[in-house]
């Protein structure tokens, strides 16, 4: 059997008396997009953080291409998420004093890249996701809808293999994100990205090739396939 993009098996995490995770593992291979559900409290969000490498789980292990992340250092394990791993969150977080263009580059300029280039991918990435009409704006001249395709943007232009979104349409009306599902889905089929899907809604859900569900800090095996 070929080794899995990344696995996540046995996970256990606890916040003090709270255990958001008992037993909870995933298995994502290259390009499937996934969505992971369940109710409030049930533990998605530690999951993904789990297995993005950000919380280091109480048991269990997660390994990416075959390697514990564990097993790294925290230098390799920072790399990881900077070059393989994408983010998006609920509320796109982008860096309110920069420009939409500048925060799209922002990832690419950390790895070393120098302006110009780095400015001509993230041009490319604000125009597939249609929003390159406003490259010059700040995050807080547009709107929710557009601030998520930027996030998006800016998650994609690494070009990583793993995009994990968190609620990425949470806080958006319906239009806006199907939108931004229909952008996503297709931006990560188009570079063979894999995408770890928090989300509560069914209509979003219905964009990924499988859903798991989280419950009491266990995952059920995938429910539905398409
Ligand atoms: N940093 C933290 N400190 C303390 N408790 C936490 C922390 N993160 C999560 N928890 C607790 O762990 C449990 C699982 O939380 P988690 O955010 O993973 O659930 P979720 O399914 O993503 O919830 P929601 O759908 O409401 O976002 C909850 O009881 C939560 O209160």
Same mark, same amino acid.
Request: charged residues 25%; aromatic residues 4%.
């Given at each position: 059997?070929?080794?899995?993009?990344?696995?996540?098996?046995?996970?256990?995490?606890?916040?003090?008396?709270?255990?958001?995770?008992? !037993?909870?593992?995933?298995? *994502?291979?290259? $390009?499937? =997009?996934?969505?992971?559900?369940?109710?409030?409290? @049930? &533990?998605?969000?530690?999951?993904?953080?789990?297995?993005?490498?950000?919380?280091?789980?109480?048991?269990?292990?997660?390994?990416?291409?075959?390697?514990?992340?564990?097993?790294?250092?925290?230098?390799?394990?920072?790399?990881?998420?900077?070059?393989?791993?994408?983010?998006?969150?609920?509320?796109?977080?982008?860096?309110?004093?920069?420009?939409?263009?500048?925060?799209?580059?922002?990832?690419?300029?950390?790895?070393?890249?120098?302006?110009?280039?780095?400015?001509?991918?993230?041009? !490319?990435?604000?125009?597939? *996701?249609?929003? $390159?009409? =406003?490259?010059?704006?700040?995050?807080?001249?547009? @709107? &929710?809808?557009?601030?998520?395709?930027?996030?998006?943007?800016?998650?994609?232009?690494?070009?990583?293999?793993?995009?994990?979104?968190?609620?990425?349409?949470?806080?958006?009306?319906?239009?806006?994100?199907?939108?931004?599902?229909?952008?996503?889905?297709?931006?990560?089929?188009?570079?063979?990205?894999?995408?770890?899907?928090?989300?509560?809604?069914?209509?979003?859900?219905?964009?990924?090739?499988?859903?798991?569900?989280?419950?009491?800090?266990?995952?059920?095996?995938?429910?539905?396939?398409?």
């Amino acid at each position: 059997m070929e080794t899995p993009l990344l696995h996540g098996l046995g996970l256990h995490k606890a916040f003090g008396p709270n255990q958001a995770l008992a !037993g909870a593992g995933l298995t *994502l291979e290259p $390009g499937e =997009i996934v969505a992971v559900m369940g109710p409030s409290g @049930s &533990g998605k969000s530690t999951l993904l953080h789990c297995l993005s490498g950000i919380v280091r789980p109480d048991e269990g292990q997660v390994s990416f291409r075959g390697r514990d992340l564990a097993s790294m250092s925290d230098a390799e394990r920072s790399a990881l998420r900077r070059t393989e791993f994408g983010f998006v969150f609920q509320f796109g977080q982008l860096v309110p004093e920069l420009t939409c263009l500048e925060n799209v580059a922002l990832p690419l300029r950390l790895s070393g890249m120098r302006r110009r280039p780095a400015e001509r991918i993230a041009r !490319g990435w604000l125009d597939r *996701l249609a929003v $390159g009409d =406003i490259d010059d704006s700040t995050p807080g001249q547009v @709107s &929710g809808g557009q601030s998520q395709r930027v996030a998006m943007a800016r998650a994609l232009v690494t070009e990583p293999s793993v995009v994990f979104a968190d609620e990425p349409t949470g806080a958006l009306d319906t239009l806006s994100g199907e939108l931004v599902m229909r952008l996503l889905s297709e931006a990560a089929k188009q570079t063979d990205a894999a995408v770890v899907l928090v989300t509560h809604e069914p209509r979003v859900a219905a964009y990924s090739d499988r859903e798991v569900i989280v419950r009491d800090g266990r995952t059920r095996e995938p429910v539905v396939t398409r």
